[in-house]
T-cell receptor, first 112, second 112 residues
């Protein structure tokens, strides 16, 4: 089905390990975003991308790396996971940034 | 800076109208959005309104925008138990990022 998918849906890892969260969209949207959702903080932007090979930092980028070699994929990597990165991560995409963003189902990440 | 405020909880009876309120600070916001999040799911775009509009209606949903007071509301007519969820107000950030600034969400509980 067309849409935006994330994998894995659930992940448990240990402090210090590298983790990559995948995001794939089939709409050929130019913009893609990564947010994290935490109790008391709502959703906060980690990184975004306006097009393939163009990425930039959001509000909380420290400890994360992104890449966008293809329009449809926008992986998020935690280079050395910390407990503070335990969160629910949402990927979103948008055609123009004006008519709203469409969200994936989320990845629940636990760092032990 | 940009900020979006919402009350955290709202409880209504089935069949009543629900009104969820939101205030924002960025007067240059061009688009404002309402999202719905059900437990364990991603955010679903419900509706959006352009800043030059006062009202937008879409079936049971009515969005009212008071740009002078920077106040946005979402009215759900004939609220059903299936409307129980967290509702997020969001504004489009003023920069070129295209990202959204979210409120912390209002948890709507619908009692039968």
């Amino acid at each position: 089905d067309a849409g935006i998918t994330q994998s894995p849906r659930y992940k448990i890892t240990e402090t210090g390990r590298q983790v990559t969260l995948m995001c794939h969209q089939t709409w050929s949207h130019s913009y893609m975003f990564w947010y994290r959702q935490d109790l008391g903080h709502g959703l906060r932007l980690i990184y975004y991308s306006a097009a393939a090979d163009i990425t930039d930092k959001g509000e909380v980028p420290d400890g994360y790396v992104v890449s966008r070699s293809k329009t449809e994929n926008f992986p998020l990597t935690l280079e050395s996971a910390t407990r503070s990165q335990t969160s629910v991560y949402f990927c979103a995409s948008s055609e123009t940034g004006n008519k709203g963003q469409f969200f994936g189902p989320g990845t629940r990440l636990t760092v032990l | 800076g940009e900020d979006v405020e919402q009350s955290l909880f709202l409880s209504v009876r089935e069949g009543d109208s629900s009104v969820i309120n939101c205030t924002y600070t960025d007067s240059s916001s061009t688009y404002l959005y309402w999202y719905k999040q059900e437990p364990g799911a991603g955010l679903q775009l419900l509706t959006y309104i352009f800043s030059n509009m006062d009202m937008k209606q879409d079936q049971r949903l009515t969005v009212l925008l008071n740009k002078k007071d920077k106040h946005l509301s979402l009215r759900i007519a004939d609220t059903q138990t299936g409307d129980s969820a967290i509702y997020f107000c969001a504004e489009k950030g003023g920069g070129s990022q295209g990202n959204l600034i979210f409120g912390k969400g209002t948890k709507l509980s619908v009692k039968p």
